[in-house]
């Protein structure tokens, strides 16, 4: 499961293909102490592991115990009271205060409960002698795998997202590194099978493709993850200046020379307008409906973006003015070769009928 998106830039190269990782070797570590906290680690971070493929004449990878962790701070575990796939995060020393505290507050009432909130929930936090805390979450997906299939499916990402880090400022929480790698969605009801955590494209028992639902005919909600770089300011003292904090995206103007103190909230509004013309206006066509409100949250000078207000605002005029058969129509690549586009329009139109037939709204928004 890809959440983190962290290489083992500090691992030492195994011994062998498959062999554990020094990363690896800490959880496995740390097994029988989670398992009494009620969470299991699958079978290749269990002590006395043997790989399932020695002696055979295949790899490792095709095993499902040959499947490492893509992060070096996360692990997936079941919660063994309900076996539940969740996502384990040892909290980094400097940074683990900030991302608890703010976890701790989209968790609790009131902010909880609030429809607004896309704050990945807290389940549960792990306390372990002589190691940072460790925090748990459901397991997610990224945002975008499955791909959008339609402009009405891109809608309601993009709605739920804005209204996500505007819940945040509201309560004067900052981000600072909502980009791609750190917005996700529920697969619940996408995926009720599940799917396997290391290989997201397989099934849960890593024995066939994962199957899955597309948004339209099962909408989702998108939820903001990863608040090690986020802060919460006093409003009493007026618009915060702080030091920049480069996440994911590092091409925010205003994070240039690294030094000089900025206001963190127009940041966050760049992070999100620079998602949208990276992954989508660049790459496929159709997106002209977004193109002046993401020139505007991008450009150079932070003084001159709109707030999340404002942001929130104009998409919903925009979103407005989008005609059905727009928000119904495929989302085609730039350059896309004919053929494929002819194949695809057919196999688009023909399952958009058995929408319409299912009554299947246009925008699909999760209940």
């Known amino acids: ?93 400097q940074e683990g205060p900030h991302e608890l505290e703010i976890n701790k507050l989209f968790s609790t009432e009131p902010l909880s409960s609030n429809p607004r909130n896309h704050c990945v929930h807290l389940l549960d936090v792990i306390e372990l002698p002589d190691d940072p805390p460790i925090i748990v979450h459901p397991l997610l997906r990224p945002f975008y795998n499955p791909p959008f299939q339609t402009y009405g499916e891109f809608v309601t990402f993009f709605t739920q997202i804005c209204e996500g880090v505007q ?75 702080d030091k920049p904090l480069r996440g994911g995206d590092k091409s925010a103007p205003e994070h240039e020379d690294r030094v ?17 013309r990276e992954y989508y206006i660049q790459k496929y066509q159709g997106f002209e409906f977004m193109e002046p409100l993401v020139a505007d949250m991008v450009q150079n000078d932070p003084t001159k973006r709109p707030t999340m207000n404002e942001v929130v605002t104009r998409f919903s005029e925009i979103r407005r003015k989008l005609s059905t058969w727009k928000l119904r129509s495929r989302i085609a690549r730039k350059y896309e070769l004919w053929p494929v586009t002819a194949w695809k329009s057919v196999t688009h139109w023909y399952r958009t009928v058995g929408y319409i037939l299912g009554r299947k709204a246009a925008i699909p928004e999760p209940k």
């Not at 945040?168 to 529920?186: F, P």
């Not at 000089?260 to 949208?276: K, Q």
């Open 167 to 241: 819940f945040m400022h509201e309560n004067h929480v900052a981000h600072r590194d909502c980009t791609s790698e750190n917005i996700m969605l529920d697969p619940s009801d996408m995926f009720p099978e599940s799917f396997h955590p290391a290989e997201i494209e397989r099934s849960k028992d890593f024995r066939r493709k994962a199957t899955w639902y597309s948004r339209t005919r099962r909408p989702t909600r998108y939820l903001l993850i990863d608040f090690g770089l986020s802060r919460r300011y006093d409003p009493a003292n007026g618009p915060p200046l």
């Open 1 to 93: 499961m890809s959440q983190i998106h962290i290489p083992f830039l500090d691992d030492p190269i195994p011994g062998e293909p498959g062999d554990l990782s020094e990363t690896e070797k800490w959880w496995v570590e740390r097994q029988e102490a989670l398992e009494r906290a009620g969470y299991m680690l699958r079978p290749r971070f269990r002590p006395g592991w043997q790989p399932s493929w020695a002696g055979t004449d295949k790899t490792y990878f095709d095993f499902e115990d040959g499947q490492t962790v893509g992060m070096r701070l996360g692990m997936d575990a079941t919660r063994i009271s309900d076996g539940k796939l969740v996502m384990l995060k040892k909290l980094p020393r």
């Open 260 to 276: 000089t103190p900025c206001n963190p909230f127009p940041t966050d509004v760049y992070y999100l307008g620079n998602l949208i």
